[in-house]
């Protein structure tokens, strides 16, 4: 199964990243290729890539606020991402994420390696914003 790991530092508090990394509804703003999200229960949502309005794909959400986790398990391909929050001196925040792309979709492991950095770039500065 391929793999791959990236990392960012966030300015911002643990707390700051967590309340964007937890909230499925947050992603659109900072996970490149997320167009529109929609809750479906306590550990799911829909997401709807940019552009495929008409194309669910559902997803499984884990989190664990004591460990800093935040797991996502894509129900249609099987890829997965465990997103862990480290917290660093000076009140900024390491982000860490570890991504398992399925053989059968191995093709799409540049392409993920991409948009995964975009996003945690993203993230790692939209939680450093001050607030406003």
Do not use: N
Not at 11 to 25: G, M, N, R
Not at 41 to 55: A, E, H, N, S
Not at 86 to 110: M, S
């Amino acid at each position: 199964m391929p793999t791959f790991d990236d990392r960012a530092r966030s300015s911002a508090p643990p707390e700051d990243v967590w309340k964007l990394l937890y909230d499925p509804s947050r992603f659109p703003e900072w996970w490149a290729g997320i167009g529109t999200v929609e809750k479906s229960d306590v550990d799911g949502y829909t997401m709807y890539p940019d552009g495929f309005p008409d194309f669910p794909m559902p997803q499984q959400l884990r989190t664990d606020r004591a460990d800093g986790c935040v797991a996502i398990s894509c129900l249609v391909s099987d890829l997965t991402f465990e997103w862990r929050l480290h917290p660093l001196d000076g009140g900024a925040t390491e982000i860490a994420v570890h991504v398992e792309i399925p053989v059968a979709e191995a093709h799409r492991l540049g392409d993920q390696r991409d948009v995964i950095h975009r996003s945690l770039v993203a993230l790692a500065a939209l939680a450093a914003e001050p607030p406003g």
